[in-house]
């Protein structure tokens, strides 16, 4: 996995609540086997105005001129701005896999939808909860200024504004740990087989029904 | 001890350490695969030199992208018209073979939509982790499981350690009490419910679902509002085990029997939250004021009574509401003000993990029969479960019923829950589904989802608009 340490960048607008992960990797792409790829097709249905296939060469499709993501001003952004219940919907990893495909390293909302949450930890991207009114001040200034970047610092757990203003962000200690260092989580949990096995032990003394069922 | 809630008696049965940091491991007993969400974690094993920790905890059927149409279907996995999608289903059964993963095949009799098949084989029990890449896991709660939705990444991490590293949510009871009109099922009741709480009012927490409405419940019933935990935020939603509950598993495939079901029974009684439990949140609905639900936006909270009016942004003030509401009516082709009742679906669909279950199916039957579709609707269709309930509705002529009626009786998958098939709603078009997400697109580029009960779906089917089944002629009745 891709460590996360600081990132410094432009930051997008992405001005609605409840954004699904339908909407940011429509159901036709999951179709496909592969971990990559999907930045293309990210928010395919508000980024381009026709539909999308998977497979298919998006660089000659209609662009909806209106979707923030399609505006000069925004292009090369790696950090998105939203609103609450950000990733809410369907656990496809394959949201996080084109977020992260398209370039972007972090979301910053002031809720994340839980599986949606977990998931951007397992691909290098950091998902920064904030107050509803600093979302909304970051709303303002993005709007303000084109090219308005910021520095997300995990190691401090500071979001850093243009004139050097910080907002401080919470972070769960481990999963900070792994993705300052881009941890395989599987390789730590590895580390405790004997615990697993002594576990699985009692468990299949206490519940043999559980065991050997199906095969 | 201290009381402890249901979901404390899972997840501490099923801890096997706990970290100084508040993360834990956690135990899985069962991990549900499908075709969609596993080839990356298969590979991930390829490409580390991995095995799985313990074959027989795993289950794999392919259901997202199968085709629903019989000819097609008789072609098995070579016979799917998508290459896209043929590849994917191809790559599970390749995936299990080299795994050595037990899958029931396109075309095994026992194949169906993964959430329906696990509980109807008694591969999914009472008292076990239940985990799947697939958010509507949560159903399987419906049984007094620790059942919830994973990403592919912790499918893989499942596969190679059996474990999943979590942090424990918080405890919500949500009850229901007295009792439902007739007409008013499972799937309003779980409406009413995401009406009240927002689609983010379950976050971070994992809900029990409790009184005599769930009481009074079929597991059916119970697993249609698990099911759409997810859609109330929640990973996990959960039902006490009863005696209804065992009666379901007993004689079950996979369940145990003899001496095992006699030690099994005994420890299943004890899944249940202990009367002075205490729950972080509790939420409290009343039965008899639940009325038959249809949503009229794009997110499953956008939900309203059959004789309700559709919002109007000028009368909201929050003002990230009112601009979802703005949206939601611009998608949806709908005026702020106008009655639910006079939206016209194009098609229906009566399926999904959600709501394709044998009672289901009846009680849409019992609504359609002897009557015909209206000629608006383009199309009807009825997508069982799985095989197995294919085979009982047949058996009880539903299928008959519902053909008669001009609907299409279809091969057990997905379907147009999620429009990964051939099954989809083109642009524009309004339909009336079991289903649980009405998202933009969810159905189909464009498509316009109105989420009901299967009784409400065959209503409308009738009708021709929706209409309030509560008032419902029945032929014969």
Redesign the interface.
């Known amino acids: 996995m891709k460590k996360f340490t600081v990132v410094k960048g432009v930051l997008a607008p992405m001005d609605r609540a409840n954004v699904d992960t339908d909407l940011i990797i429509p159901k036709q792409f999951l179709k496909s086997i592969q971990r990559s790829g999907f930045g293309p097709n990210l928010f395919d249905a508000l980024r381009y105005t026709d539909m999308g296939e998977p497979g298919q060469d998006c660089s000659n499709r209609p662009l909806n001129p209106d979707f923030s993501l399609n505006q000069a001003r925004y292009r090369n952004a790696s950090i998105l701005l939203s609103r609450e219940n950000f990733g809410c919907g369907s656990s496809r990893e394959h949201a996080p896999w084109a977020l992260e495909d398209y370039g972007f390293r972090c979301v910053i909302a002031s809720s994340f939808a839980d599986i949606f949450y977990n998931n951007c930890f397992k691909n290098g991207i950091l998902p920064v909860a904030l107050d509803a009114s600093l979302i909304d001040s970051l709303f303002s200034a993005v709007d303000a200024e084109e090219g308005y970047q910021l520095t997300v610092d995990l190691e401090r757990q500071l979001v850093v504004k243009p004139d050097g203003e910080e907002i401080a962000f919470e972070v769960d200690a481990f999963r900070k740990h792994c993705l300052l260092n881009g941890l395989d989580e599987i390789g730590l949990t590895l580390q405790s087989a004997d615990a697993i096995k002594k576990y699985e032990q009692q468990w299949r003394e206490k519940s043999p029904w559980l065991f050997d069922v199906i095969h | 001890m201290a009381a402890q809630t249901l979901y404390d008696k899972l997840w501490q049965s099923h801890l ?2 706990q ?1 100084e ?3 834990a ?1 956690i ?1 899985i ?2 991990h549900l695969i499908h075709e ?2 596993s ?2 974690a298969f ?1 991930g094993l390829r490409l ?1 030199g ?1 095995t799985p ?7 794999a059927v392919p259901d ?2 199968v085709p629903t149409e019989r000819q097609e279907r008789l072609g098995g996995v070579a016979g799917i018209a ?1 290459p ?2 043929r ?2 289903v191809q ?1 599970l059964d390749d995936n299990c073979s080299d795994f050595d993963i ?1 899958e029931f095949q396109i075309n095994d009799p026992r194949q169906g939509i993964v959430h329906v098949v696990g509980p109807e084989q008694g ?1 999914t ?1 009472p ?2 982790t239940v985990v799947c ?3 509507h896991t949560s159903t399987h709660g419906a049984l007094g499981s620790l059942a919830h ?6 499918v ?2 499942v596969l ?4 999943l ?1 979590q ?1 424990k949510m918080k405890n919500m009871m949500v009850r229901i009490d007295g009792e439902l009109q007739n007409g008013v099922t499972a799937k309003d009741v779980v409406l009413a419910v995401i009406g009240e709480i927002g ?2 009012g379950g ?2 927490y994992a809900i029990e679902f409790g009184g005599q409405v769930i009481r009074d419940m079929s597991i059916e019933g119970r697993m249609t509002v698990c099911n759409m935990s ?2 109330a ?3 996990m939603g959960m039902v006490a085990v009863d005696q209804t509950t065992l009666d379901y598993v007993k004689g079950r495939t ?3 029997s003899g001496e ?2 006699n ?2 029974e005994t ?1 299943w009684r004890t899944l249940h939250s202990d009367d002075d439990a205490q729950f972080d949140s509790t939420v409290v609905l009343e039965g008899a004021q639940i009325k038959p639900q249809v949503t009229w936006g794009t ?1 499953p909270e956008m939900v309203l009574p059959v004789d309700g009016e559709i919002p109007t942004p000028a009368d909201i003030e929050n003002s ?2 009112k ?2 509401t703005e ?1 939601a009516l611009v998608y949806m082709g709908l005026e702020g003000g106008s009655k639910v009742s006079d939206i016209r679906p194009d098609k229906v669909f009566i399926g999904s993990c959600t709501n394709s279950r044998i009672e289901d199916l009846r009680s849409a039957a019992k609504v359609v029969r002897g009557k015909h579709i209206a000629a608006s609707i383009k199309e009807a269709l009825v997508v069982p479960g799985s095989g197995e309930i294919k085979r009982q509705a047949e058996s009880e002529g539903l299928d008959k019923i519902f053909t008669a009626a001009g609907f299409l009786w279809r091969e057990p998958g997905c379907s147009m829950c ?3 098939n051939a099954d989809k709603l083109l ?1 524009g078009e309004h339909c009336a589904s079991t289903s649980n ?1 009405n ?4 159905q189909g ?2 498509g316009r989802t109105h989420l009901v009960s299967p009784a409400m779906a065959a209503a409308a089917a009738v009708a021709g608009h929706f209409v309030d089944v509560r008032d419902w002629n029945y032929e014969g009745e």
């Open positions: 096997v350490e970290r940091d508040g993360t491991l135990y007993d069962r969609v969400t080839p990356q590979e580390a991995r920790w313990r074959k027989d905890a795993n289950l997202h992208n998508d896209i999608s590849l994917q790559t037990v591969a029990l008292g076990m890449g697939d958010s939705g994973i990403g592919t990444s912790e893989e991490h190679v350690t059996q474990c590293l942090r689609t983010a976050t971070g997810i859609e935020g929640a990973r996979y369940a145990p095992q079901w030690a099994a420890v997110s990230s509401q601009e979802a949206r999620l429009a990964m642009e997400r998202f933009e697109g969810r580029f464009g």
